[in-house]
Nanobody
Framework: EVQLVESGGDLVQPGGSLRLSCAASGFTFSSYAMSWVRQAPGKGLEFEWVSHINSGAGDTYYADSVKGRFTISRDDAKNTVYLQMNSLKPEDTAVYYC???????WGQGTQVTVSS
């Protein structure tokens, strides 16, 4: 059974940092690209793609809204993908989800709130 479990969300002040983790199981993690998306409050079913990391060489991609502030990485030995978030802004407030490559499996999400 494929499982993706996010953790690391929290309440943080503007300018602060958080690191999200997504622990994967039930599939060959190293063979799949992984992504992060987020859903801001009040956005209904609207999701914003945040970042993506390929398998193998691990090429990375970012939305313009987070480029230069967020860093995606992966540890295939631990079956885990990370999202390091720095210089957080109130508009980063959202539920963050990790997804397996073809967007066929999602985690349950972790809440990030940026507020003073």
């Amino acid at each position: 059974e494929v499982q993706l479990v996010e953790s690391g969300g929290d309440l943080v002040q503007p300018g602060g940092s958080l690191r999200l983790s997504c622990a994967a199981s039930g599939f060959t993690f190293s063979s799949y690209a992984m992504s992060w998306v987020r859903q801001a409050p009040g956005k209904g079913l609207e999701f914003e793609w945040v970042s993506h990391i390929n398998s193998g060489a691990g090429d990375t991609y970012y939305a313009d809204s987070v480029k230069g502030r967020f860093t995606i990485s992966r540890d295939d030995a631990k079956n885990t993908v990370y999202l390091q978030m720095n210089s957080l802004k109130p508009e980063d407030t959202a539920v963050y989800y990790c997804l397996r490559g073809p967007f066929d499996y999602w985690g349950q999400g972790t809440q990030v709130t940026v507020s003073s």
